[in-house]
């Protein structure tokens, strides 16, 4: 039941397209995996074997940690409507910070909003499909609001506390930034 690609068609950049949410796994060369939901408007497709996503401040920075470490990084995509479908990107990942030369390529590709952090790129190795019928129907509703507005709350100065605090090293001890 599952197909392997070397690249996204446009049947693959079709279904990412419509989709709320996404997962991100990485795990270190040594320590824990991760594995974490993503949201709010945040994948992009660059080309048929690049994909990017923007990165929010959050309770941990381990995928920057992780891809500092060892560079795998899965993307996986579930449908929840009617059409049963999981697809999942396998690659390379990278961070780019703000104030870089590709974090400002690419942030052309978003609205600016409070809170970002980073914005990773994958290069695709390959991907697969899968058929998702156990994957329950679920409607989508709406954006939560809470992170624009966790982020207001603090302000510029806060973040970057907050940042420094939490974001700087993985819950492993790995380095997280250069």
């Not at 795990?27 to 690049?50: Q, V």
Request: aromatic letters at 12%; a negative charge.
């Amino acid at each position: 039941m599952a197909d392997f690609f070397d690249a996204l068609e446009q049947k693959h950049i079709d279904f990412i397209n419509v989709q709320q949410m996404f997962f991100v796994a990485t795990a270190p060369k040594n320590g824990r995996l991760n594995l974490s939901p993503k949201g709010l408007d945040s994948f992009r497709i660059i080309s048929p074997t690049e994909v990017a996503y923007l990165d929010y401040v959050g309770s941990g920075n381990e995928t920057a940690a992780h891809l500092l470490d060892d560079g795998r990084i899965t993307i996986m995509f579930n449908s929840y409507s009617r059409n049963a479908l999981i697809m999942k990107l396998y690659g390379m990942g990278q961070s780019h910070a703000p104030g870089s030369a590709r974090f400002d390529e690419l942030m052309t590709l978003y609205k600016d909003a409070p809170g970002i952090r980073q914005i990773f790129t994958i290069k695709i190795d390959n991907l697969q499909t899968s058929c998702g019928y156990g994957v329950p129907l679920y409607e989508f509703v709406e954006e939560r609001k809470t992170l624009t507005k966790w982020c207001d709350k603090k302000g510029e100065q806060g973040l970057k506390e907050y940042f420094a605090e939490k974001n700087m090293v993985s819950i492993d001890g790995l380095p997280a930034v250069k």
